[in-house]
């Protein structure tokens, strides 16, 4: 068609956002022609469907329409198609709704892109009402539709209904295909179900559904999420028994998983393959097999991989950089780390808050705190606002090279940072310093997540848990500060949650509306005590600033716990624990378990014995701790951890020999001395400063 030239020549001057009049102007000489043959006008539309214009489809449409073109399905179709293309569910559904005034009933063909970019959009429940309305008004959903279907509940999160729909597609009259099977695994690898994701692989063999690079993919994936990379080393190899070459996305997803685990060596086995096998590896390969060797300690490694980017065609990213940085600084190499920085800025690559919080956390190691003030006016600089854990890691420096006062005034200022109204919004929270958890998400009103398998099974008595009906006990209050008493048993999430409900009941809130609470400090599931909580959101000055006191170390805290072992003297006798500690993902549930590693994080315990009781079999035969002072007891601790490692109290005491009583996974389980229902630790004490100083 003539107009053609002339919509290309348009779209080149004007874009995508053609006006309407422009488009008119130059559709109005096709006018006569569509009218006597309208498949002309097909042609044009499908043309837009192709190039991914749903706006110029539509309006083509609309020209049509009062230009009194006959319009039918095979036009509204081309235009559901771009809309598809170009991922614009909106348009797809005006569209969709304006053909019974066109007086066009829709085929399978327009319901299938409909559905198609409802999936694109994310808009699942529009798309499975769509697949539903299909048989009454007599138009039989085929497999296209259904996979488009199951496809948008993978993108919503849906992969409970996504597995049901599979199961209901035979009820449809569709079999499932191969595209089916594999919207359906990738529903469940971001449910992190990679056990369902192999059953469907498997039930894919079973059925002589023959599954494709994207089937793989999906289930290495899951196993990706799921922390199974032996699986999905498995996974890769069973793709060439099968005949089939695993592609960019399923080497990347094994690296991924090699990733997490600090598997470096096979991490960069994949990569060598991939380049031996003629798969371009992109920059999702080498950013994965960087942080690979980092996790495993391969500054220098980590370095190569970044120098070889631009031989390989590839940009790196900030991504890219970060790993580098981290590498460094994990290897004490303060130095390579402030250069990466600098070659960042040179390439005009911003350096990014987790660039920044880096380089800052490898000022620790030799006490570079001139230069870790030097990275925090650099942030500053970028408009890049420090969050509290960044905060808190200059704070650290200066308080130990001038005192908790110097530090103080930093994060006072910092403070009044904090307090202006920012559309800066920093929840990276990696080097948060907080008590029992690495990964401070700060997530307030959360669902209680799954707990520890181990944890769960060992659950405790009534005597030692809290009606979650009850309120909780408010110890203290302060200006941006809240801390209560949080007994065992109870998830700090789930904590925070009711305590925020309890706030607003308290305040006679309308609606009685959640009261926005920061979680700064957690509490293990089975640990009571003293648990401070911030009066504001994740981003809020109330949550940076007790943050910052966490990760300063500028918070006192004391716990008390039992445990058993040989002795560790007399009442009175202090010692000290600073092995590093690291923490390891073990499940989908994000159960975590942290072990002595010298690949791990500083931490650092200090304890006083201040009670010690003779073994309960010991005290029935009468026997003192003088004629078993080799023997085993139970000590009364007090401990003052200066870090705050997952587990920390408990790992480093349990590296002694000297695990806590009640502890179900780092204890002596079966061995102990004495059964006991719950955890024997418990937060005493925490001193730190409000908001009021």
């Given amino acids: 068609p003539r107009c053609a030239p002339e919509l290309a020549e348009l779209l080149e001057r004007h874009g995508r956002e053609a006006d309407e009049a422009l488009v008119c102007e130059v559709l109005r000489p096709e006018l006569d022609r569509w009218k006597r043959a309208p498949k002309f006008a097909t042609v044009v539309l499908t043309g837009l469907a192709?190039?991914?214009?749903?706006?110029?489809?539509?309006?083509?449409?609309?020209?049509?329409?009062?230009?009194?073109?006959?319009i039918d399905v095979f036009h509204c179709s081309a235009a559901l198609s771009a809309c598809e293309k170009?991922?614009?569910?909106?348009?797809?559904?005006?569209?969709?709704?304006?053909?019974?005034?066109?007086?066009?009933?829709?085929?399978?063909?327009?319901?299938?892109?409909?559905?198609?970019?409802?999936?694109?959009?994310?808009?699942?429940?529009?798309?499975?009402?769509?697949?539903?309305?299909?048989?009454?008004?007599?138009?039989?959903?085929?497999?296209?539709?259904?996979?488009?279907?199951?496809?948008?509940?993978?993108?919503?999160?849906?992969?409970?209904?996504?597995?049901?729909?599979?199961?209901?597609?035979?009820?449809?009259?569709?079999?499932?295909?191969?595209?089916?099977?594999?919207?359906?695994?990738?529903?469940?690898?971001?449910?992190?179900?990679?056990?369902?994701?192999?059953?469907?692989?498997?039930?894919?063999?079973?059925?002589?559904?023959?599954?494709?690079e994207i089937s793989y993919g999906a289930a290495i994936s899951a196993c990706e999420k799921g922390n199974q990379w032996k699986l999905g080393l498995r996974l890769l190899g069973q793709m060439s028994e099968v005949k089939l070459a695993a592609d960019q996305i399923c080497y990347n997803a094994a690296i991924s998983s090699l990733e997490k685990a600090g598997e470096w060596q096979l991490a960069l086995s994949l990569l060598g393959d991939m380049r031996r096998k003629k798969v371009a590896p992109n920059d999702i390969s080498y950013n994965a097999a960087m942080s690979a060797c980092e996790k495993g300690g391969q500054w220098s490694l980590t370095l190569g991989l970044l120098?070889?980017?631009?031989?390989?065609?590839?940009?790196?990213?900030?991504?890219?950089?970060?790993?580098?940085?981290?590498?460094?600084?994990?290897?004490?190499?303060?130095?390579?780390?402030l250069d990466l920085l600098r070659q960042m800025r040179e390439i005009r690559l911003q350096p990014d808050e987790m660039s920044y919080n880096t380089a800052i956390a490898a000022c620790q190691k030799d006490m570079e705190w001139e230069t870790a003030l030097v990275l925090l006016e650099g942030m500053l600089q970028a408009q890049l606002v420090p969050d509290g854990p960044t905060a808190g890691l200059v704070a650290d420096l200066l308080r130990r090279a001038a005192g908790a006062d110097a530090a103080f005034v930093l994060l006072a200022k910092l403070l009044r940072l904090w307090e202006q109204p920012s559309d800066h919004n920093n929840d990276n929270n990696d080097n948060n310093d907080n008590e029992n958890d690495d990964n401070n998400k700060n997530e307030v009103l959360a669902e209680k997540p799954s707990e520890d398998l181990e944890e769960s099974r060992s659950q405790f008595d009534n005597n030692y848990n809290n009606d979650y009906n009850n309120n909780f006990e408010v110890l203290s209050r302060?200006?941006?500060?809240?801390?209560?008493?949080?007994?065992?048993?109870?998830?700090?999430?789930?904590?925070?949650?009711?305590?925020?409900?309890?706030?607003?009941?308290?305040?006679?809130?309308?609606?009685?509306?959640?009261?926005?609470?920061?979680?700064?400090?957690?509490?293990?599931?089975?640990?009571?005590?003293?648990?401070?909580?911030?009066?504001?959101?994740?981003?809020?000055?109330?949550?940076?600033?007790?943050q910052a006191q966490f990760a300063g170390r500028l918070v006192q805290k004391e716990y008390l716990c039992l445990c058993e072992g040989r002795s560790l003297g007399v009442v009175g006798s202090q010692g000290n624990v600073s092995t590093a500690l690291l923490t390891l993902d073990v499940d989908v549930d994000r159960a975590q378990r942290t072990e002595v590693s010298p690949l791990g994080r500083e931490a650092f315990t200090s304890y006083e014995v201040i009670a010690r009781y003779a073994a309960p079999s010991l005290v029935e035969v009468g026997g003192t701790h003088s004629d078993c002072a080799e023997e085993s007891e139970l000590m009364l601790l007090l401990v003052r951890p200066k870090t705050g490692r997952t587990h920390q109290i408990r790992v480093h005491m349990a590296s002694l020999g000297r695990p806590l009583l009640g502890d179900f996974i780092y204890g002596a389980k079966g061995a102990s001395l004495l059964s006991v229902p719950r955890l024997f630790l418990h937060c005493r004490r925490i001193a730190l400063r409000d908001l009021g100083g």
């Avoid at 970019?117 to 994310?122: C, E, I, L, N, R």
Wanted: a positive charge.
């Fill in 307 to 337: 120098r070889t980017l631009p031989q390989m065609q590839i940009i790196p990213d900030a991504i890219s950089y970060s790993a580098a940085i981290t590498a460094c600084k994990k290897g004490g190499k303060l130095d390579l780390a």
């Fill in 50 to 70: 192709r190039n991914r214009l749903p706006n110029l489809a539509e309006q083509v449409l609309r020209f049509m329409r009062q230009g009194q073109v006959e």
């Fill in 478 to 546: 302060g200006p941006g500060v809240v801390a209560i008493f949080k007994p065992a048993g109870i998830a700090t999430e789930t904590a925070v949650s009711k305590l925020s409900l309890q706030l607003a009941r308290e305040n006679d809130n309308n609606n009685n509306r959640p009261v926005h609470l920061s979680i700064v400090s957690r509490l293990d599931l089975p640990t009571s005590g003293v648990l401070p909580v911030a009066l504001g959101g994740a981003n809020s000055a109330e949550a940076r600033w007790l």
């Fill in 86 to 212: 170009g991922s614009n569910w909106q348009l797809a559904l005006s569209i969709l709704r304006q053909m019974p005034d066109m007086r066009v009933a829709p085929d399978k063909f327009s319901f299938n892109a409909a559905i198609g970019a409802f999936s694109k959009g994310g808009q699942w429940q529009l798309a499975i009402s769509l697949l539903h309305e299909m048989p009454l008004i007599r138009v039989a959903p085929d497999v296209f539709g259904g996979s488009a279907a199951i496809s948008a509940l993978e993108k919503g999160g849906q992969w409970q209904l996504a597995l049901q729909l599979l199961s209901q597609l035979p009820l449809m009259r569709i079999i499932p295909n191969e595209v089916s099977y594999s919207a359906a695994m990738s529903a469940c690898e971001k449910g992190r179900q990679w056990q369902l994701a192999l059953s469907l692989l498997k039930e894919m063999s079973e059925r002589s559904i023959a599954a494709n």
